[in-house]
């Protein structure tokens, strides 16, 4: 009986010692599931990173690619439509 509480206790350190970084490994794949195409434009801007001890360059690393942000609609105005009277209305 003894040998069974040993048992049941390490199953138990187990189960504890997994479940935060599956508790994190899921916030973080729900986060970029939800978000993957800011995560994009954010990555594409990003040319190094700082610590404390060093900084790493990006641009030495690999060319920057194609922006994303290319597509994205111009800040125009509303098209306008012309009725009767001459008015114009906003569509």
Do not use: C
């Not at 794949?29 to 800011?38: D, E, G």
């Amino acid at each position: 009986m003894e040998q069974w509480a040993k048992l049941i206790e390490a199953v138990g350190g187990l189960l504890t010692g997994l479940a935060w970084p599956v508790a994190v490994v899921l916030a973080v794949w729900l986060i970029m599931r939800r978000h993957n195409a800011a995560f994009g434009r954010l990555i594409d801007r990003v040319t190094s990173l700082q610590f404390p001890g060093g900084q790493i360059d990006l641009a030495d690393l690999w060319p920057p690619r194609e922006s994303t942000l290319t597509n994205w609609p111009s800040k125009s105005q509303p098209k306008m439509a012309k009725r009767s009277g001459g008015r114009q209305y906003a569509n």
